[in-house]
């Protein structure tokens, strides 16, 4: 591993690089931040996948794809006048030690739970911090992810369960809604609902989905990533359907459902 001083000199050749290439290239030179966040959203997802396969050498390059973005907007940020990146770090590193008072001053939180809980009463004091407990969940996240954040940060000011067997009431609860709504909905003649009725059926199935998060992180699972997981088994054994039909000369809509659903069983039993 490399030395303190190595790393601040690595990141200044990085920093002196993107100078160049702010001048001299043309595409460097014409981008702004609105040209690049849609490439700092797919950056940021390599990431995550790299993450999700526990992918050392694929984590530390995008890592390096995201730390250039972060200092590109930086670099914006200072032909405008605006900022820099000593900025950024400085204001960062005031905000770590300001929301780190069991470290840094002499607030007790002996627990990760207590921690998060100390953060969100201290963002909503802080000056320029949030107004509302909720305020801080940016409204473009992945839906499943935003619901998380917000039943979290609701968490952490006791807006919660008791216990988490508690929430499963809630749970079949909100089944129950939906299957109601579901039968009351006017269908057509192969038993779907009319989309007149969606409405009223994505509503509930939205507080359904809710519930499930709910549960989700009472149990200490990020949902998110359950269901990512979820998503990668499902579509292993859906390949392996595909593969098997290939392997007999045959596109796969000719396969029989019975016979998907035994090479699906297959898959799951060679651990796909």
Known sequence: MHTRQEKIEALGRVIDTLDRLRVECPW???Q???SLRPNTIEEVYELTDALLASDNTNISKELGDVLLHILFYAKI???K???DIADVADRLNEKLIFRHPHIFGNVDAETPEQVSANWEQIKL???GGNKTVLAGVPASLPSLIKAYRIQEKAANVGFDWQEPAQVWDKVKEEIAEFEA???AAPKNEKGKPLPEAREALADEMGDLIFSLVNAARLYGIHPDTAL???CRKFTNRFNHIEQQAKEQGRDLSTLSLEEMDS???EAKRLGL
Do not use: I, M, P, S
Request: charged share 50%; hydrophobic share 20%.
């Open 32 to 34: 702004t931040n609105e």
């Open 263 to 265: 090479y699906w069983n």
């Open 228 to 230: 990512d997981h979820t």
């Open 181 to 183: 709504e579901a039968v």
């Open 125 to 127: 004091k802080e000056k």
């Open 28 to 30: 460097d030179r014409k």
């Open 81 to 83: 006048e605006a900022f």
């Open 77 to 79: 940020g200072e032909e």
